[in-house]
């Protein structure tokens, strides 16, 4: 069991760059990194909020549940 | 008012006060170092006077001796401890250096912790049996007190590493939210 961060692929939808949406929600972009490829332990709401604000999104979109 | 708090705690705060141990325990050690190599050289050499079944070594700048009963095993004794304290010293200056990092949490302190946990709690007793039965084969309990001081560092030692294991751990955990 784990949970996907489908970022990149919203990413791409909205044809974005990471180091675009890493300025504009005030995060480094080795933070960015690591919440795309999977490493972090937890992500703030006000991250969260953030992100889907910058995105026009919902979590859902961004984050999913795999079983393994 | 908060002026003076932060400029106190900039002055003497954690960091302030690990350099300072940090300098201190580590100058104890050289210090340690030094006098360890000057009576074992001293007695190598014969720079000593004996007196009475006594050696006297004098100390240079400081116009006083060292002295004590001349028998191999009183040296021994001497300079096994000279050199326990030292490492003591030296383990404990290596804790003051991990707590400068701007993270306290790390491995750093955690291993320093373990080897003077280790040093406490093992080096330490078996260095007291070994020279108080093996080599002085005293019968009595006169200096048990060091025996009991160093297991009490030591087990203070041991909860400070399951602290700091702990911290390490919430530390990993709080870099990796995002």
Known sequence: MRIIVNLDKVLADRNMK?????????????????????????????TLEAICKEL????????AFQLD | MLLIKN????????????????YLFRGLSIFGLLSVIYYDVSF????????????????????TFMKGEFQFNVILTVSLTL????????VLSNI?????????FNHKTIKNLHYFTVLNLGVGPALYLLVHYVIMQKENYR???????????GVVALFLTTTFKKGVHVQNENDLTI
């Open chain 2, 143 to 153: 200096d048990i007190h060091n025996l009991i001081l160093l297991i009490l560092f």
């Open chain 1, 56 to 63: 026009d999104c919902q979590p859902g979109d961004i984050l």
């Open chain 2, 96 to 104: 003051f250096k991990a707590l400068k990092e701007d993270v306290v």
């Open chain 2, 83 to 90: 050199i326990f304290i030292i490492i003591f010293f030296f």
């Open chain 2, 7 to 22: 400029n106190f705690m900039s002055m003497f705060g954690p960091k302030y006060l690990s350099h300072i141990l940090f």
């Open chain 1, 18 to 46: 990471s180091k675009e949406l890493a300025e504009n929600i005030g995060i480094t972009e080795a933070n960015l990194s690591i919440l795309k490829s999977g490493k972090a332990k937890a992500v703030r709401f006000s």
């Open chain 2, 44 to 63: 190598l050499i014969e720079n000593f006077r004996h007196e009475n079944d006594r050696y006297l070594i004098d100390i240079p700048l400081i116009g």
